[in-house]
């Protein structure tokens, strides 16, 4: 079963010294890389794309990498999704989330998770799309994408969100286009073309047949 990002293409082998790329040197202070990734009502993108990134396809000169931090950008339904299928304890994997139980196929591996995979730690983790209710002047969170003026607020939301992290020298955007209604992914990939730099990345995971119809399915 191979996740096929578009440019981080996962080998299921990976060598304990390869796992040590994912760690900066203590000598040499690395800018923290931040997953960007916008969701739907199938949180299983972003552990499939971490497991991806942290297993490059072998012969590839990608190196293997774990970001330090996931910001998501959804609707309140997302939101629900994220925290029910990552976050609740489940017993088909032993009374613990699949967050947990992803971290512990990682550092299994050899990989130092130390000030690693931060999500669900603060409410700004998740980030959830908000347009103006003409009627009473509020700002309203959004519980989907729908109509033309829904995409406006997104596009908007969106571009602030890609812009506070792109004017951060500290932090490497890696933008993760495969969750969401498909015009979230492409928004996002329009607003980190326009002012993404040279060092952020937009990647895409597939995943194979039967395992793209399983929501039970996370990663290998």
């Known amino acids: 079963m191979k996740p096929k990002p578009a440019r981080a293409k996962r080998d299921v082998s990976v060598k304990p010294s390869a796992a040590k ?23 299983a993108i ?29 609707t309140t339904a997302g939101r629900r999704e994220i925290e029910s299928a990552l976050f609740a304890p489940q017993a088909r994997w032993g009374g613990r989330a699949i967050w947990e139980v992803l971290r512990e196929a990682l550092a299994a591996e050899g990989f130092d998770l130390d000030g690693r995979l931060r999500f669900g730690v603060t409410p700004d983790d998740i980030r959830v799309f908000t347009r103006a209710d003409r009627a009473t002047g509020r700002t309203m969170e959004m519980e989907d994408i729908r109509s033309p003026a829904d995409n406006e607020s997104a596009a908007t939301f969106i571009l602030d969100q890609v812009r506070g992290l792109v004017e951060d020298p500290d932090k490497v955007v890696i933008a993760s286009l495969a969750g969401g209604r498909k015009t979230m992914g492409a928004l996002l990939y329009a607003c980190l073309s326009l002012i993404g730099r040279d060092t952020d990345r937009l990647t895409h995971v597939l995943v194979n047949e039967p395992f793209d119809q399983l929501r039970e399915f996370f990663f290998p």
């Open 46 to 74: 972003l552990t499939e794309t971490i497991w991806a990134l942290a297993h490059p396809q072998a012969g590839s000169a990608e190196e293997p990498l774990i970001p330090q931090r996931i910001i998501v950008l959804t």
């Open 21 to 43: 790329a994912a760690a900066p040197s203590a000598r040499q202070p690395q800018p923290e890389t931040v997953l960007l990734a916008v969701t739907g009502m199938s949180p």
